[in-house]
């Protein structure tokens, strides 16, 4: 196998679609121009025009919204296998940010690119509508989580969706999983303070649910966490192939 096809990307449209090798060899296309980019100087920013579009192969982002009074807002987190501001190449202006958690490898593509292999391939052009809309699935259930769900079930829902992410590229699962986020990031994320955060993992250790430190989240209970979060990842559609 080539590293396209065992690629993160590769992994997580192969959920939606069974790709061939002549759908998989347009997917390599895409992948020409990796670059590495470290922590600090955003990828995309906001207001930006004429921007680049990326594919996420090594690393974590974290995609904001700036306010008028300088603060931010995290919207998602990037993992491998997603894409970085593909809906900013329809668009005229970049309407947020992307920012590297640490040093990244990410593959650029310009919009002539992306909409020529999508003429290509209808199949492909629907494996990358389906992404695009389950991260469309994603916002809408963090939107609800701010708005509805109490603090600890926000947080625990927030690391099992992670969680299912992370396992779908091959690079997660229900014991746990690596990850670079602060709790200022969870913080910003979630709509809470570092502090309550913390005050919320150390509840969730002490109820021997789970634990985050060192940069490992590892699940002591994760059935039982999945009762506390009331966690349907329905809305992941996980489930297999649509077309195959």
């Avoid at 634990?211 to 994760?222: E, K, Q």
Wanted: glycine share 8%; proline share 3%; with cysteine.
């Amino acid at each position: 196998m080539t590293a396209v096809e065992t690629s993160p990307l590769i992994r997580k449209l192969s959920a939606f679609a069974t790709l061939s090798t002549g759908e998989t060899a347009l997917m390599q296309r895409l992948h020409r121009r990796r670059k590495t980019f470290v922590s600090g100087r955003d990828l995309v920013h906001q207001g930006q025009s004429e921007q680049a579009a990326y594919i996420l192969a090594e690393g974590w982002v974290c995609s904001y919204k700036l306010q008028a009074d300088g603060s931010r807002q995290i919207v998602d987190f990037q993992i491998p296998g997603d894409f970085l501001g593909l809906r900013s190449l329809m668009l005229r202006v970049s309407d947020h940010s992307f920012e590297p958690i640490g040093s990244i490898q990410a593959s650029e593509i310009m919009r002539d690119e992306l909409l020529d292999t999508l003429g290509r391939s209808p199949r492909l052009a629907a494996a990358i509508l389906w992404a695009a809309s389950r991260d469309e699935a994603m916002v809408v259930e963090h939107l609800v989580s701010v708005a509805r769900r109490d603090a600890d079930v926000r947080l625990a829902h927030f690391l099992l969706e992670l969680s299912a992410r992370l396992a779908l590229v091959g690079i997660g699962g229900r014991e746990g999983y690596a990850c670079p986020l602060t709790q200022y990031h969870l913080a910003d994320a979630l709509g809470l303070s570092a502090i309550h955060v913390n005050r919320i993992l150390r509840r969730l250790r002490e109820d021997r649910l789970v634990t985050f430190r060192g940069g490992i989240v590892r699940f002591d209970d994760y059935d039982r966490l999945l009762e506390r979060a009331d966690f349907d990842p329905a809305y992941l559609d996980h489930g297999g192939p649509v077309l195959g």
